[in-house]
């Protein structure tokens, strides 16, 4: 008896915690083996930096991948809302506030059009999202052909360089986010309906969970925490490319599975989807330090993405 | 009598269940032999192995006089073995001739198939059992208990020795059964042994020359048709146990001072129903009882909101409703009991106590944060209250029995203290133990106020426990019975749609 549970119980950590384990690995084989250029508080620091700026697109993905859904838009989100932002900052002379006010509605109006054709009207996410990554990379292209490559004004790159105690304020800002998020998706009713709509839509049907809408908000979320992070982007670069954000969906994807969020819906968490970012960053931070040739990263993400899906179907699909 | 087929000592175990356990039986030559047994008793295993499907882990089959040492579907069916099971699997668009004769060869000189000659061999075969039926026709336009006896007659297309009918008549109406018995019959009597399963008593005491009964994957006894004398009887074998109050009727009492607690007036969804009107009062079972396709599944997801009606209106406690949602629905004390316990019933996955508080989040956490010692005791005192046997409350329902699947449902919908409940064959596929736990529940919450819609495929069922019953055909109501009038004559009759209507009372 307590031998089988003791073994349920193992089984069930390593799940749990692999991405624990495989993030701290990775971080002490690159501390041994490079401890001169890696182990270096500059270096880690710029890396948990870099994380923090897009932290935030992979928070609503995440929502939407427990609930079984996807949006493989956010990436061209990401982009064009900080194009907007800069578009009426510099071209129409708006003040910064008032640009990103602005930009992040154009995101609200993202997530509500995939909201509207996922759900209501039944369209595949992957289909839909797919078709508005496109589109929306087509009016990015259009915004930075206005913009001509034009930085942005210091008032608005000083955002994401804002420091408090020699801290950036959004590695402040992630660390308090996870905080508070992790705590709503383990003890908030509405966050645990997520769970419910991903592990069985007919059933949190019949027992009178709005399904339609924690979809449709979700999608918003979604779209929403992607325009955070592209503004947060726009700022710290300074200016949008037409490839902004390009690959940023499937990256963030695979963080997420490989943080236990599984595309067939009903598990994810927001931490451990970060932790998968840290460890993606980690791999591509080691690759630069072993001098591999930066023509590879998309490659090994890809490689990377297969293994994390492959996992994730056979722990999740097949049961 | 010769013996035609005899299995020795068969076990097969699936992982940690054993499905057979020693089982040792035999069927004579030109007899009806049944297997009774409940759900899970083995008596699916032990037709996948007489008909080649499975191979057993341990023992011997003598069919025929040898011994078989190899086996599979092919086979099996060469010396002499053929089964129909108890889903069709007919060519529904092909003709009856050619159903007949799947995969025969009736070619002419140049090696085309010579359809005349198939359909005079078919034309015979029909003539033989007294069918009028045309070979011509196509197998989609035939009552099904005439795809049924096709299905049959194309089993027996190759002239088998043992004929095994897997629960024929799960699906047909009484007098299409006595139609099918007197095919069988006449099987039976040109010399074929017939090997049958069903858990319909009355039918098996009608039908057979001996009764296997089978429990929990092990051979309990076998019966000659004449050594048993009441249904009980079996069911005592079954099940090891009396249960109380089965089938038995109940008496129906009218309490004076009850209220309506649900009105649907004139519901109506184009091109399915029209004027759909009856009454849910407090403290009653309101069975609904329909054949296959007789819309009594589409009316109750009209009334939970799963799906829109267009015309008229449902009124709960006297508030009236145009359009309704689930949602909505379980705001006004009405819950859902689906007859699909993996998909729309419960969250495989998911804790037992997460699956106990779902419709009910709202409600009991009113600081919207969940509190775990909170969710853990209501779940407990369900547990316990619908005694279901689970490790603990953070098992998932995918480790669960069927029964205790069921009972958890059922915790879920008690859960949310339900005025109505509509309950979804609440027994299906669920072992009797369990059965009786269900039904005992559903009489408790009835008798605490609540208006309970049952709808159930098993005649039994309704007749035990209903109050009144609606008897649906065509997507309309065909009628009403209340009290003593609820027998199984009458609710066949209008469900079968005979043409002396019962008038409409109350």
Known sequence: MLKNYLKEKKKINFNEFTIIFITIAAFIFLSINKSQTFFDYGNIYSLIYAVSIQFFSIVGLTFLLIMGEIDLSI??????????????????????????????????????????????????????????????RGVLIAFTTALGGATYTSTFRAIARYKIFNVHITIIIMFLAIIIIQFLLNKHTFFKKLYYVGENLNSSNIYGIKTVWVKIIMYVTCSFTAGIA??????????????????????????????????????????????????????????????????????????ILVIAITIDTKLNKEN | MVMLLDLQ??????????????????????????????????????????????????????????????SNPRIMKEIGVAIVYQELSIFENLTVYENIFPESDFKNKIGLIDKHKMEK???????????????????????????????????????????????????????????????????????????????????????????????????????????????????????????????????YSLRK??????????????????????????????????????GRLDLMKLIFGLDSFDEGYIEINNNKFKNITPNKAIDNGI????????????????????????????????????????????????IEKFNIKIPDVNSKPKQLSGGNKQKLMAAICFGINPLCLIANEPTRGIDVGAKADIHRFLK???????????????????????????????????????????????????????????????
């Open chain 1, 75 to 136: 990436g061209s989100t990401f982009g064009l809302v900080g194009a907007i932002t800069g578009y009426c900052i510099l071209n129409l002379g708006l003040p910064v506030w008032l640009g990103i006010s602005i930009a992040m509605l154009a995101a609200i109006l993202i997530g509500l059009i995939n909201g509207f054709f996922i759900v209501k009207l039944k369209v595949n996410p992957i289909i839909m999202t797919l078709g508005m990554m496109i589109l929306l």
């Open chain 1, 230 to 303: 592209g503004i947060l982007s726009a700022s710290r670069i300074a200016v949008t490319m037409p490839d902004t954000g390009e690959g940023l969906e499937f990256k963030m994807i695979t963080a997420a599975v490989l943080g236990g969020a599984s595309i067939y819906g009903g598990s994810g968490s927001v931490l451990k989807s970060v932790l998968g970012l840290l460890f993606l960053a980690l791999v591509l931070n080691g690759m630069v330090m072993f001098n591999i040739n930066p023509d590879w990263q998309q490659t090994v993400t890809g490689v």
């Open chain 2, 9 to 70: 000592d068969i076990s097969k175990t699936f992982g940690p269940v054993k499905a057979l356990d020693s089982v040792t039986f035999s069927v004579n030559k030109g007899e009806i032999h049944t297997i009774l047994g409940e759900n899970g008793a083995g008596k699916t295993t032990l037709m996948k192995i007489i008909s080649g499907n499975i191979k057993p882990d341990k023992g011997e089959i003598i069919f025929d006089g040898s011994k078989i040492n190899k």
């Open chain 2, 121 to 251: 061999e078919a034309q015979k075969k029909l003539k033989l059992f007294d069918l009028d039926i045309d070979p011509e026709e196509k197998v989609e336009n035939l009552p099904l208990a005439e795809q049924q006896i096709i299905e049959i007659l194309r089993a027996i297309s190759y002239d088998p020795k043992l004929l095994i009918l897997d629960e024929p008549t799960s699906a047909l109406k009484k007098k299409e059964v006595e139609k099918l018995f007197n095919i069988i019959t006449k099987l039976k009597n040109s010399g074929l042994s017939i090997l049958y399963i069903s858990h319909h008593l009355s039918e098996v005491l009608q039908i057979s020359d001996r009764i296997t009964i089978l429990k929990d994957g092990a051979y309990v006894k076998t019966l000659q048709r004449n050594e048993v004398k009441a249904e009980d009887q079996l069911i005592n074998l079954m099940v090891g146990r009396n249960i109380e109050n089965l089938y038995g009727k109940k008496k």
């Open chain 2, 257 to 294: 001072d009850r209220k309506i607690f649900m009105k649907v007036k004139n519901l109506g969804k184009e091109n399915l129903f029209k004027n759909i009107n009856f009454d849910l009062y407090e403290r009653e079972i309101l069975g609904i009882y329909g054949l296959q396709g007789s």
């Open chain 2, 335 to 382: 819950v859902y009991l689906n007859e699909n316990r993996k998909d729309g019933g419960l969250f495989f996955n998911m804790t037992a106590c997460e699956n106990i508080v779902c419709p009910v989040l709202e409600n009991i956490f009113k600081n919207k944060l969940i509190d775990r010692e909170k969710m853990n005791n209501i779940t407990r005192s369900l």
């Open chain 2, 444 to 506: 408790d919450i009835a008798n605490e106020g609540a208006g309970i819609i049952l709808i159930s495929s098993e005649l039994p069922e309704i007749i035990s426990l209903s109050d009144k019953v609606l008897v649906m055909k065509n997507y309309k109501i065909a009628g009403k019975l209340i009290g003593e009038q609820i027998i199984e004559e009458k609710i066949v009759t209008l469900a079968a749609g005979s043409k002396n209507k019962n008038k409409q009372l109350e």
